[in-house]
């Protein structure tokens, strides 16, 4: 499949990319990761380890790698309501810790808000645009607190 666009010429900040480095373990990392989107105002209704079902099912060998399905509830909910319902095809917000080497570990962020926005999702074009600048301040604060850690 081609695409009618070039990926590698979007510019990060239009999907809304985030990324931090923590200098500490896998599992330490995933629980400061989870109190830190906690204290921003998001909550976790799934999360799982994608690392552990491939290396069980598949014998993969994979490096630790956790998902945080992050989400903060009125911001879901007013984003189904400015696309229609589509968004939640993109839920939840996740954030992907994976493990870079021992005592180093990569956090990892996209907006769905922002992708969705990308992909025309929106039939509410001003209420999308005020949530992805909401949730764009929320998860700044957390990438920030991230960095300071």
């Not at 005592?103 to 769905?112: E, K, M, N, T």
């Not at 992708?115 to 209420?127: C, K, N, T, V």
Request: overall charge negative; glycine content about 6%; some cysteine.
């Amino acid at each position: 499949m081609t695409l009618p666009f070039d990926p590698s010429a979007i510019d990060p900040d239009a999907f809304g990319e985030k990324k931090a480095t923590l200098e500490m373990s896998h599992t330490e990392a995933i629980d400061h990761v989870r109190a830190v989107c906690t204290e921003a105002g998001f909550g976790f209704p799934a999360e799982f380890s994608p690392a552990e079902m491939l290396n069980e099912k598949i014998d993969a060998d994979r490096d630790p790698y956790y998902v945080l399905g992050a989400c903060n509830p009125a911001m879901a909910d007013r984003g189904l309501d400015a696309t229609e319902k589509r968004l939640g095809a993109l839920f939840p917000c996740n954030m992907v810790i994976w493990q870079e080497e021992p005592g180093l570990q990569r956090v990892y962020h996209v907006s769905i808000m922002k992708i969705a926005h990308l992909l025309g999702m929106a039939s509410d074009d001003e209420e999308l645009e005020a949530i992805i600048d909401e949730t764009g301040e929320m998860v700044e604060d957390v990438f920030e607190r991230l960095q300071a850690a």
